[in-house]
């Protein structure tokens, strides 16, 4: 009990260190991201203040409305002073608040790439731990192989492959619009996360629909991360096969899948989960075209479209919401560094 | 030594059940609780962003949406071709109105509302909501009022309560326009009552919270909205104001990817999609599984423009030259498939124009005149300009521009492509910085003045081509406020004739709208503000 005392101080300083020191990096972002919008050509007042006869007045009377006619810094100020109260700005495209917006759709995208990398998971810690255990092997090359395909093609390609395959030609898949068939009632949000707020609300239905839309767009996405995760694991098992313990533990008989598992794959996570992290943060940000292909209402594609009509405020929010969370995935991942090998957390 | 709770066997054991959780099978048809005859599902690449259409920044698709949710006090009315129908400029009828009186000297309008319109809370509709609603249009900030200002609507002491069910509508001057306008998709009728509930001080209209909720009496009410993902509206049973709609519940859902909207279709997954690409139209049409509506944007027009104020397109014969260079059939077969109605190769020797517009105008391919005009015009030698267009309309233009690119090569012009995000393509053309590009364009009032006044007066980003021109902004007043039919075709022909004369931009074609629908739907009509009319479709 007493050792716990010790352990969460340091834990608790380590935590607010790492975010104390991000703040430098957020307002680097805020203040890049700004100034990039508004360097950009393209008037968002001209492009929205688009009906038929409107004419110079409606779009001074837009830019007035965005306050886009006053000088830069004050526009800036502005955008501050609004952030510091919570408020992103509002969007033009939907007419909602940024921070509604990011509020209906980060958690679609968060549940995307959760299952997408946790597809990719599963393929391949096996496929990076047998392809080095047998190193050199004709499966070796094999594994090789298939990884260099999966990150040749394209996630727009493979997307509009497996849809092809599986809901137009095949059938077996629902059709790859959006998180849950449109036709049915969706689960009272909680955490905005499909799979477990149905859970929570015992409507299995919901539950494997949710799950069934989610099957494609996270594979498309998980095909495209195989190659990268496989390899380091397949590099990380073998720097650690050619360790003394492995060594020891062979020789004294110990059963091979013990080994593999125990001994090895645990030893060898390090790595991995440090590619984890980047993997997870490009995800995020990367993940457009799958959202669009899969018309995923999430926040990749929201920031698409407004950058396309080059309205500001969600582009801005956008970004600076996908700091935070690699700020967040980044000291996460190092917490759980610390857990799978005590002597990172020393300072 | 006490244990941390989240140790290497605990998160690799939790990491892989999660995984493990999510790969339980999908299971085949789940009962689905709607009636799935009763609803349609519409799939679109736009987004609905707003339920008031007036709202600056208002897109297509919302207008769409609105004409389905509020009611006007006039409509267009229809007209069948072959198996569907379109919407006819010539017929106005009364929606909300149950008649319409015009004044001898037609500076007055008298508007009877009906007896049995209710909003959709269910109180009945009164002068004083019409009157209200009317003065919102020209009063709040918003896309309204200037196209009001197109009927001369400007200012609320027009609107006129003269009786429980009666307004009275004043015009300054007779303007064939003003009655046009009051069928537009801004003209909604709202339920002031409810509407005042939600004003304020700052917001004396309302416009904020009709952003997101609706005070209606139209069709069809709003009963889930998303905006840019889906909206749900389900049938008000206490409209009037036409044929009862057959579906209870209607589904716009917004599918970004053209080949994935084509996929839902041919599936039987959705209902109904206007908006695929040529291609995927092609090939769905070859496997016959679909039901393809063709029907010609009457109001609408694909176009060459240039900036006639700055060199060297402010000279008329540079413009001519190129519009005699053109190799019109090959765009027309090339960008879009030969999916549409031509406007060029008019053949007008010893006959006046009919007063329409868009129509064909009597431009076609002549590479050696256009060489000799190109050489009158003081460019022997051709020079170099810049051809735009837009990333949206990249299906039609990337085509388009290849050839202009070489047939302007042919005459000495060396044309650059340049192809700009919509943003940017949309500043640039409001300032006047596009010197060569094209565009379409749709009008909502099929009156060629009207074209007129919107596309080739005015300093304004509708004049595409920047085009100054006193005698048509003369020949425009006039239109305006004729009241002698003959005086009008004769006008609308002078406008045709300077058009054609000083080529400010050159007409393309009119472009197909293709409603690809499942094989049992039926009763689609061609609206000019090109979206999905629900009210007319049924289920055979």
Same mark, same amino acid.
């Given at each position: ?347 | ?289 679909? =039901? %393809?509506?063709?029907? #010609? ?8 423009? +240039? !900036? @006639?104020?700055? $060199? ?97 090569? =042919? %005459?000495?012009?060396? #044309? ?8 940017? +393509? !949309? @500043?640039?053309? $409001? ?110």
């Amino acid at each position: 009990m007493s050792a716990e005392k010790h352990l969460l101080p340091p834990l608790v300083r380590r935590i607010g260190l790492r975010l104390g020191a991000a703040l430098p990096a957020l307002f680097c972002v805020i203040l890049f991201t700004f100034i990039m919008m508004r360097v950009l050509p393209g008037d968002p007042a001209v492009y929205f203040a688009s009906g038929p006869n409107a004419g110079q007045a409606e779009i001074q009377e837009l830019r007035h409305k965005m306050g886009l006619d006053a000088p830069m810094p004050v526009q800036l100020l502005h955008y501050l002073e609004n952030l510091a109260t919570g408020d992103l700005g509002r969007s033009l495209t939907t007419g909602q608040s940024v921070a509604q917006d990011m509020h209906e759709r980060l958690p679609a995208s968060l549940e995307l790439t959760l299952t997408a990398l946790a597809f990719s998971l599963l393929i391949s810690l096996p496929l990076g731990l047998t392809a080095a255990w047998w190193s050199g092997s004709k499966y070796d090359q094999f594994v090789r192989a298939f990884c260099s395909a999966c990150f040749c093609i394209p996630p727009f390609v493979s997307g509009i492959l497996l849809v092809y395959v599986f809901y137009y030609w095949l059938g077996v898949a629902p059709d790859p619009t959006g998180r849950i068939n449109i036709f049915l009632p969706q689960p009272p949000r909680l955490t905005g996360l499909l799979l477990i707020d149905s859970a929570l609300a015992g409507d299995w239905t919901a539950w494997h629909e949710a799950a069934g839309q989610l099957v494609l767009p996270a594979m498309t996405m998980a095909l495209f991360v195989i190659a990268p995760l496989t390899r380091m694991t397949r590099a990380a098992v073998i720097s650690v096969l050619g360790a003394d313990y492995i060594r020891t533990a062979r020789a004294m008989g110990l059963p091979t899948w013990r080994i593999m598992i125990v001994y090895t794959l645990r030893n060898a996570l390090m790595p991995v989960l440090t590619t984890v992290g980047i993997v997870f943060s490009t995800m995020m940000g990367a993940n457009v075209l799958v959202e669009k292909i899969f018309s995923w209402p999430g926040v990749a594609s929201y920031a698409l479209d407004a950058l396309v009509s080059s309205d500001y405020a969600p582009v801005q929010g956008f970004i600076l919401l996908m700091a935070c969370l690699f700020i967040l995935v980044n000291l996460v991942i190092d917490l759980l560094l610390g857990v799978l090998d005590p002597r990172v957390s020393v300072e | 030594m006490a244990r941390h709770p989240l140790n290497r066997r605990t998160f690799l054991a939790s990491t892989l059940g999660a995984g493990a959780a999510l790969t339980l099978p999908y299971p085949q048809g789940s009962a689905l609780a709607q009636s799935r005859r009763a609803t349609l599902r519409h799939v679109t690449g736009g987004a609905v962003n707003t339920l008031d259409p007036t709202m600056l920044g208002s897109t297509r698709e919302s207008f769409g949406l609105s004409m389905n949710v509020y009611d006007r006090l006039m409509t267009f009315g229809s007209r069948p071709i072959g198996a569907f129908a379109t919407f006819d400029p010539t017929h106005l009828q009364g929606e909300l109105a149950e008649s319409c009186e015009i004044s001898a000297d037609q500076r007055n309008l008298t508007l009877h509302l009906r007896d049995n319109a209710v909003w959709h809370d269910g109180t009945p509709v009164t002068a004083e909501d019409i009157k209200w609603s009317l003065d919102r249009c020209v009063s709040a900030n918003s896309l309204a009022r200037p196209q009001f200002s197109s009927g001369s609507l400007t200012t609320p002491d027009q609107f006129r309560i003269a009786g429980e069910r009666t307004i009275e509508i004043s015009l300054p001057k007779p303007d064939r326009l003003a009655m046009a306008n009051l069928a537009m998709p801004y003209a909604i009728m709202v339920n002031s009552r409810l509407a005042r509930q939600h004003a304020t001080s700052d917001d004396p209209w309302a416009q904020q919270w009709l952003q997101h909720n609706t005070a209606a009496g139209g069709a069809f009410r709003v009963e889930n909205f998303k905006p840019g993902v889906n909206v749900t509206l389900t049938r008000h049973d206490g409209w009037h104001g036409g044929v009862a709609p057959f579906f209870e519940r209607i589904i716009s859902q917004t599918v970004p990817e053209a080949t994935t909207r084509a996929g839902l279709i041919e599936r039987g997954d959705a209902d109904i999609v206007i908006d695929l690409e040529a291609y995927d139209i092609m090939a769905l049409s070859r496997r016959g599984k679909v =039901h %393809i509506d063709s029907v #010609v944007e009457s109001n609408c027009f694909t176009h060459l423009a +240039f !900036n @006639t104020q700055s $060199a060297p397109f402010n000279n008329v014969l540079v413009r001519r030259a190129i519009a005699l260079a053109l190799p019109y059939q090959d765009l027309f077969a090339a960008s879009i498939f030969g999916r549409g109605k031509p406007l060029y190769g008019a053949d007008w020797s010893g006959q006046s124009p009919a007063p329409d517009f868009p129509q064909p105008l009597p431009f076609s391919q002549n590479v050696q005149k256009a060489r000799e005009m190109l050489a009158k015009a003081g460019h022997p030698d051709g020079f170099h300009t810049t051809f735009s267009y837009a990333t949206s309309q990249t299906t039609t233009a990337e085509p388009m521009a290849a050839l202009i690119q070489e047939a302007l090569g =042919h %005459i000495g012009i060396t #044309v650059r492509i340049d192809k700009l995000p919509d943003a940017q +393509f !949309n @500043t640039m053309q $409001a300032r006047r910085q596009l010197d060569f590009y094209t565009d379409t364009a749709a009008g909502w009032i099929e009156h060629a003045y009207y074209f007129f006044y919107l596309y080739f007066t005015r300093d304004q980003r509708w004049n595409f081509s920047n085009w100054n021109s006193p005698h048509m902004v003369e020949l425009v007043e006039k239109a305006r406020f004729e009241t002698d039919e003959a005086a009008y075709v004769a006008e609308c022909q002078a406008m045709l004739d300077l058009l054609v004369n000083q080529v400010p931009l050159i007409l393309l074609w009119q472009p197909n709208m293709d409603a690809v629908t499942v094989p049992d739907l039926t009763g689609f009509t061609y609206q000019y503000y090109r979206q999905v009319d629900f009210r007319t479709l049924a289920r055979s």
